[in-house]
């Protein structure tokens, strides 16, 4: 029988320890408040830790956040919220002299930063530490969180329940991985900065942490949540046998790599031909799939071998030394690629505060989705997303100055059940097998069908929420699959990254609009 441990009390708790997470806690301790961040692996593991390419922001004399705004809406493919791109794009380079300022270095060229171009930018305008720009934000953040005594880091510990009494969010509670307890967490307002789920699909560049818990406790808990069939391929993952989807940064194509097919054929100017290599990413992820389907093809290339061999290991030294050790020089020898789930852009439905539909609950990051991505997230601008809302739901939450709340009745049905680890690894195995056949790139009515009611099937093996990590991984992994492929089936447009075989144009009459939907008493409700 799982224990549930004594309520843990602290102002403020944040589930996830990425970008979002830690600069929304760094901003909450400045204003007086005891934050808790609970992370369900060790802490600085997140999708933040491995971005490549960069952090977009209009820091160059010659970029204006004009001009940011209208790539970043041009992507969005019709669907951004202009007014959080607005906030996103103005408070951006704030947010960036702040980050250096915490510490955070970015390349330099001759004294200048070096910025480095992505899909669908219309100037070079992304930072980046060499190829591994994710990772020195994250240590700069975990540093300057180190510098107060306000924030308590939680490892191992997943949120897996919001506590709601009376329309408002009391709380929450964590499943302690090492102890197999339950902590309840009693607090005036709970973060979500969960990240995303790209791992609900088997062809997928995200952390093997990204399965979507903390959407799935907001559905759960009946918050809104807006555009979930939304989600991003990237175009070049590697695909050599028995090596991970590791990401080829986009800005390897900003820095001249070519894609050719099996044939040796530069493809891309059938596709797009003023763009080319960067189109936006759903166009190139279609691209290559449709040159795999021609030519039969496991996968196409990514060729850097006309550029300069140092320049090469100098500007991505993750990637030229990731690919050596999976024995591919790519100074000399072309990468098999392949494009895989990389990022969502619907989520958690905010305010430009941060602020969801329960109050006490704020979201901010790739688990939110504050409209600044529209229906395809223009290239590097998700750290820039975390950074700046981040920044906001800390500041939403000092003004909001929400009491502590008298009452926590605990409200938590614990399920004793559990299946063996070799059926939960076989679930695990199915779910993003089963996403990826009928809600990845490429998406028609009856697969979206035939998913939901396979997705059910494998929810009847669980029966009930189980309570152990990697089960309840799973679990969450279905649950925001039904979500998504009841959302992908509802939406009959073709837009941004959501493409439908059966309605391939875009539909401006009827579909200009977000999806939002709610999970109510078992059934989802678009509203
Ligand atoms: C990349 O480096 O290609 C990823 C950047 C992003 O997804 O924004």
């Given at each position: 029988?799982?224990?549930?441990?004594?309520?843990l009390?602290?102002?403020?708790?944040?589930?996830?320890?990425?970008?979002a997470?830690?600069?929304?806690?760094?901003?909450i301790?400045?204003?007086?408040?005891k934050?808790t961040?609970?992370t369900?692996?060790?802490?600085?593991?997140s999708?933040t830790?491995?971005?490549?390419?960069?952090?977009?922001?209009?820091?160059?004399?010659?970029d204006?956040?004009?001009?940011?705004?209208?790539d970043?809406?041009?992507?969005?493919?019709?669907?951004?919220?202009?007014?959080a791109?607005k906030?996103?794009?103005?408070?951006?380079?704030?947010?960036?002299r702040?980050?250096?300022?915490?510490?955070a270095?970015?390349d330099?060229?001759?004294?200048?930063?070096?910025?480095?171009?992505?899909g669908?930018?219309?100037?070079?305008?992304?930072?980046?530490?060499?190829?591994?720009?994710?990772?020195?934000?994250?240590q700069t953040?975990?540093?300057?969180?180190?510098i107060?005594?306000?924030?308590?880091?939680?490892?191992?510990?997943?949120?897996i329940?919001?506590?709601?009494?009376n329309?408002?969010?009391?709380?929450a509670?964590?499943l302690?991985?090492?102890?197999s307890?339950?902590?309840?967490?009693?607090?005036?307002?709970?973060v979500?900065?969960?990240?995303?789920?790209?791992?609900?699909?088997q062809?997928?560049t995200?952390?093997?942490?990204?399965?979507g818990?903390?959407?799935?406790?907001a559905?759960?808990?009946?918050?809104?949540?807006?555009?979930?069939?939304?989600?991003?391929?990237?175009?070049?993952?590697?695909?050599?046998?028995n090596?991970?989807?590791?990401?080829?940064?986009?800005?390897?194509?900003?820095?001249g790599?070519i894609?050719r097919?099996?044939?040796?054929?530069?493809?891309?100017?059938?596709y797009?031909?003023?763009?080319?290599?960067?189109?936006?990413?759903?166009?190139?992820?279609?691209?290559?799939?449709s040159?795999?389907?021609?030519d039969?093809?496991?996968?196409?290339?990514?060729?850097?071998?006309?550029?300069?061999?140092e320049?090469?290991?100098?500007?991505?030294?993750t990637?030229?030394?990731?690919c050596?050790?999976?024995g591919?020089?790519?100074?000399?020898?072309?990468?098999?690629?392949?494009?895989?789930?990389h990022?969502?852009?619907?989520?958690?439905?905010?305010?430009?505060?941060?602020?969801?539909?329960?109050?006490?609950?704020y979201?901010?990051?790739?688990?939110?989705?504050t409209?600044?991505?529209?229906?395809n997230?223009?290239a590097?601008?998700?750290?820039?997303?975390?950074l700046v809302?981040?920044?906001?739901?800390?500041r939403?939450?000092?003004?909001?100055?929400?009491p502590?709340?008298?009452k926590?009745e605990k409200?938590?049905?614990?399920?004793?059940q559990t299946?063996?680890?070799?059926?939960?690894?076989e679930?695990r195995?199915?779910?993003?097998?089963l996403?990826w056949?009928?809600?990845?790139?490429?998406?028609n009515?009856?697969?979206?069908?035939n998913?939901?009611?396979?997705?059910?099937?494998?929810?009847?093996?669980?029966?009930?929420?189980?309570?152990?990590?990697?089960?309840?991984?799973?679990?969450?992994?279905i649950?925001?699959?039904?979500?998504?492929?009841?959302?992908?089936?509802?939406?009959?447009?073709?837009r941004?990254?959501?493409f439908?075989?059966?309605?391939?144009?875009?539909?401006?009459?009827?579909?200009?609009?977000d999806?939002?939907?709610?999970?109510?008493?078992?059934?989802?409700?678009?509203?």
């Amino acid at each position: 029988m799982i224990k549930i441990e004594s309520p843990l009390k602290t102002d403020v708790l944040i589930l996830g320890s990425g970008i979002a997470g830690l600069r929304c806690a760094i901003e909450i301790a400045k204003g007086g408040l005891k934050v808790t961040v609970a992370t369900k692996d060790f802490p600085k593991e997140s999708n933040t830790l491995y971005a490549q390419g960069g952090i977009a922001a209009a820091v160059d004399p010659d970029d204006s956040p004009k001009s940011h705004f209208e790539d970043t809406i041009r992507a969005g493919d019709g669907l951004c919220k202009e007014e959080a791109v607005k906030v996103l794009v103005e408070e951006g380079p704030e947010r960036i002299r702040e980050l250096i300022s915490f510490g955070a270095e970015f390349d330099k060229k001759a004294g200048v930063y070096h910025l480095t171009k992505e899909g669908a930018h219309s100037l070079r305008r992304i930072l980046h530490s060499g190829d591994s720009t994710g990772k020195e934000i994250e240590q700069t953040l975990m540093k300057q969180m180190a510098i107060t005594s306000k924030i308590e880091p939680l490892a191992y510990s997943m949120g897996i329940k919001l506590a709601v009494n009376n329309d408002r969010c009391v709380g929450a509670y964590l499943l302690d991985e090492k102890k197999s307890t339950i902590l309840p967490v009693k607090c005036r307002a709970v973060v979500l900065a969960t990240g995303g789920a790209g791992r609900l699909f088997q062809e997928s560049t995200n952390s093997p942490i990204a399965t979507g818990d903390g959407m799935v406790v907001a559905l759960e808990a009946g918050i809104e949540m807006a555009n979930l069939e939304f989600v991003q391929f990237h175009p070049t993952a590697l695909h050599l046998k028995n090596a991970p989807r590791f990401l080829l940064s986009e800005s390897m194509r900003g820095e001249g790599a070519i894609l050719r097919n099996t044939k040796g054929e530069r493809f891309m100017e059938k596709y797009d031909k003023n763009l080319m290599e960067l189109a936006p990413r759903d166009v190139v992820a279609r691209a290559i799939v449709s040159e795999l389907k021609k030519d039969k093809a496991p996968h196409v290339f990514l060729d850097l071998t006309h550029l300069d061999p140092e320049f090469i290991r100098n500007r991505f030294p993750t990637i030229y030394a990731t690919c050596i050790s999976y024995g591919l020089d790519i100074t000399k020898e072309m990468i098999p690629v392949h494009p895989a789930a990389h990022y969502i852009m619907g989520g958690v439905k905010t305010d430009l505060f941060a602020r969801t539909s329960l109050k006490g609950v704020y979201a901010a990051g790739e688990v939110s989705c504050t409209g600044v991505h529209g229906a395809n997230r223009l290239a590097s601008n998700s750290l820039l997303e975390g950074l700046v809302f981040g920044c906001r739901a800390g500041r939403a939450i000092l003004e909001d100055t929400l009491p502590m709340p008298t009452k926590f009745e605990k409200d938590i049905e614990i399920n004793t059940q559990t299946l063996s680890p070799e059926v939960v690894n076989e679930l695990r195995r199915q779910t993003p097998s089963l996403m990826w056949q009928g809600a990845g790139i490429s998406r028609n009515g009856s697969g979206l069908e035939n998913l939901f009611s396979e997705l059910l099937n494998l929810e009847a093996i669980f029966g009930k929420a189980p309570f152990e990590r990697r089960a309840r991984e799973t679990w969450n992994m279905i649950q925001l699959g039904k979500a998504i492929s009841i959302s992908a089936n509802y939406r009959t447009e073709s837009r941004g990254a959501h493409f439908r075989e059966d309605f391939p144009k875009r539909d401006d009459i009827r579909w200009k609009r977000d999806t939002t939907l709610i999970y109510k008493n078992g059934k989802h409700i678009f509203l």
